[in-house]
């Protein structure tokens, strides 16, 4: 019998959330960004085989008639078997292009389950309670296995997780509710279309898409609305359109419920107002304005809502931006014209000016920036907010006698064999433009 010691539990508190949260949203992103490269490549693929095989058919058949809008083809001879395998691989690449929607939509849930699989693990590490009330056991002859309790509680850990994993989305959804007291239901209005999504994925791992009874229950029953034609035996698939549209709804539930059990469990809500702020610039940044708007305006709702003052008007001036590169321009100017800017800082108070296109009072902004160690004058340059204010004739001559250097100067980085970094600066470009973030 071995002999079982006693270890240190490890300590786990908000950054480890973040942490995962922040990873989830990666691994969602970088499938979503993957997707064109993959669909493109694909496409390419396919439409130089269907060129190929028209090429093949009029230098193989002796006769060809038109029947609406298909061309038939009499082949004989020896590029009959030529013909034939050329057709059988055209249709093998149109039905993988058909089968990678499918994979990436599948691969989305995954990530979503292995996510809550790891904010479920957290969780019972911070709150061992529910751990203590578990019904699972370990027999005598398991626990002498173990070389601690330690060791003891990570399987029994284990088995907890793995159990409401492998439960239903929605069920999963009533475990939350039920045992954290945090009914996630009631403020996160996407989970209708993710368990709609996350039906169509198991239709389509254990169904090849085609509709069940179990599915049109547990979508109607989530509230979802379906189409007409979706009935029992209807085979579904995923467009482009519902592939896009399926990514964020996946990103939104899953970077919402890590929040609310980050706020729940630990209630710093600007700890978690920073991480979406951070998140959402980062969102804008890559033109993705849907989404940071939605986890922008989810940081100024309810118990979200932040108590620091300079978050809070970050959170604002960046949501304010989202309609303004959306095309919601008097959204945003009655979002901004809705708060007193002044007593705000004058990093905020630039943003401000900058959307709302006061560009002199920004030029006035900029000169006593000039001289804050805080701002960086990079952030000209990266900040989406000062996209339009980059393009006034007065930003450049601003910009110039603030730092005594032209904007347009750009600082390039290279790396020889010897891995030694080199900075190198270009002239100015006769065409006095910059590229946006």
Not at 48 to 64: N, Y
Not at 192 to 221: M, W
Not at 272 to 287: Q, T
Not at 410 to 432: D, H, N, R, W
Request: hydrophobic content about 40%.
């Amino acid at each position: 019998m071995s002999e079982i010691t006693d270890t240190k539990t490890p300590v786990f508190d908000g950054k480890d959330f973040e942490k995962e949260v922040k990873r989830f949203a990666e691994s969602i992103d970088s499938l979503l960004i993957s997707l064109p490269s993959v669909m493109v490549t694909m496409q390419t693929e396919v439409k130089k085989q269907k060129v190929e095989f028209i090429k093949l058919l009029k230098a193989s058949g002796t006769e060809q008639t038109a029947t609406g809008e298909q061309n038939r083809f009499t082949l004989k001879g020896e590029n009959v078997a030529k013909v034939l395998k050329m057709q059988r691989q055209l249709h093998n690449n149109e039905t993988a292009y058909r089968l990678i929607h499918r994979s990436f939509l599948t691969s989305q849930i995954s990530q979503y389950d292995a996510y809550l699989g790891r904010l479920l693990r957290l969780i019972y590490y911070v709150c061992p309670e529910k751990l203590n009330a578990s019904e699972k056991q370990i027999t005598f002859k398991e626990l002498v296995q173990y070389g601690s309790i330690e060791e003891a509680r990570e399987r029994l850990i284990e088995r907890e997780v793995d159990s409401v994993v492998r439960k239903s989305h929605e069920d999963q959804i009533a475990w939350i509710t039920e045992n954290l007291k945090l009914p996630i239901a009631s403020f996160i209005p996407e989970l209708p279309g993710f368990i709609e999504i996350a039906q169509r994925r198991h239709l389509f791992v254990h169904c090849d898409g085609v509709v069940s009874a179990p599915y049109i229950k547990n979508c109607t029953g989530a509230g979802v609305e379906l189409p007409a034609e979706i009935d029992i035996g209807h085979q579904l698939e995923v467009t482009k359109e519902y592939l896009e549209d399926a990514f964020e709804s996946v990103y939104v539930v899953g970077v919402k419920v890590g929040l609310a059990l980050w706020i729940k469990l630990f209630k710093d809500v600007d700890a978690v107002a920073r991480c979406v702020n951070a998140m959402a610039f980062e969102l804008i940044s890559n033109a993705r304005y849907s989404l940071a708007k939605n986890l922008l305006e989810y940081a100024l709702s309810g118990k979200q809502k932040p108590t620091d003052e300079q978050i809070y008007r970050f959170i604002i001036l960046n949501l304010a931006q989202t309609y303004k590169w959306s095309g919601e321009k008097e959204k945003c100017a009655k979002l901004l014209g809705e708060h007193n800017w002044s007593a705000s800082s004058d990093i905020i108070k630039l943003g401000v000016a900058a959307l709302t296109e006061k560009h002199d009072g920004a030029f006035c902004i900029m000169r006593k920036l000039g001289h804050d160690e805080e701002f960086k004058k990079e952030s000209y340059r990266e900040w989406p907010v000062f996209s339009e204010l980059r393009k006034h004739p007065g930003f450049l001559a601003c910009y110039r006698d603030v730092y005594s250097e032209d904007f347009e100067q750009t600082t390039v980085v290279s790396t020889g064999p010897t891995a030694e970094v080199s900075l190198k600066q270009l002239p100015a470009p006769s065409s006095g433009s910059e590229a946006d973030p």
